[in-house]
């Protein structure tokens, strides 16, 4: 299936802020009490994901120069990390995404996910359909629409979730990408909002831009960036989106 993605991109929330300890107008002993709160907390595993959409790609589906060029500028951007795995979608311009990023990623394995793969993750009711997109889903039977939801399901139980337990109990920080699609990565970002399923309409991305997630027991996710192409240069950027629809 193509990209079909015809709408612009929400605009990028602010990176998450992060919570340290420090004392304002306080005395000796007010900062030991906040310092003492601070370590009796829990320590909070967390599973972060960083969703890319594939690099630019032909009418074939197969990755191009530029695509390459932008993949291989978010394995830069992400080198620094401690990334575990990478996982791609079955298409080849995903999987071609996946091992031009993963060069600059010493430690990470390379694997497919059928998940990832490209599908409409929920047809909306004709009442929940914005009159903007009436047409786009003509010719979708129920048997297709239901095949989309099923993967969509399968997506969230697998990746929108805190670590698995390691086999000694414990669990630790996992740092994994997935190379996927534009509506694999709406229906991710609508999920953690825990927006309506309509609502992934409209949730564009483009092409090796960079969402991340994180997951963490017992608290909502959180959506730390959307959309963000500040590793690529600005001939790079946008591309995946119709040009009367680009900043």
């Given amino acids: 299936m193509r990209d079909r993605s015809s709408v612009s991109p929400a605009r990028k929330p602010s990176p998450e802020s992060r919570t340290h300890t420090h004392v304002i107008h306080g005395s000796e002993g007010d900062g030991k009490r906040a310092q003492a709160g601070a370590a009796s907390q829990p320590f909070m595993t967390t599973r972060h994901l960083y969703l890319a959409r594939h690099g630019a790609a032909d009418a074939f589906g197969n990755l191009t120069d530029i695509g390459r060029r932008q993949a291989g500028l978010l394995g830069e951007r992400l080198a620094g990390l401690p990334v575990d795995a990478v996982w791609h979608s079955p ?12 060069r600059h990623l ?11 793969i ?4 929920y047809v909306p009711q004709p009442a929940e359909t914005p009159p903007s997109w009436a ?12 095949s989309g939801q099923k993967l969509a399901e399968a997506l969230v139980a697998r990746f929108a979730k805190v670590p698995d337990t390691t086999a000694t109990g414990t669990r630790r920080d996992t740092h994994e990408v997935l190379v996927t699609h534009a509506y694999q990565i709406a229906w ?3 999920h953690a909002l825990d927006a309506p399923p309509s609502r992934w309409l409209g949730l564009n991305s483009a092409n090796a831009a960079l969402t991340i997630i994180d997951y963490r027991a017992g608290l909502p996710p959180t959506l730390v960036m959307f959309n963000d192409m500040s590793h690529l240069p600005a001939d790079l950027r946008w591309t995946g989106f119709p040009d009367g629809m680009r900043p």
């Avoid at 298409?91 to 993963?102: D, F, T, Y």
């Avoid at 490209?118 to 993750?121: G, I």
């Avoid at 786009?136 to 039977?141: A, C, K, L």
């Fill in 91 to 102: 298409l080849p311009r995903a999987e071609a995404s996946a091992h031009e990023l993963a």
């Fill in 135 to 146: 047409g786009f889903f003509d010719g979708y039977d129920d048997a297709e629409a239901a």
């Fill in 118 to 121: 490209d599908h409409v993750p």
């Fill in 188 to 190: 991710l970002v609508r």
């Fill in 106 to 116: 010493k430690t990470a394995s390379v694997a497919e996910a059928a998940e990832l």
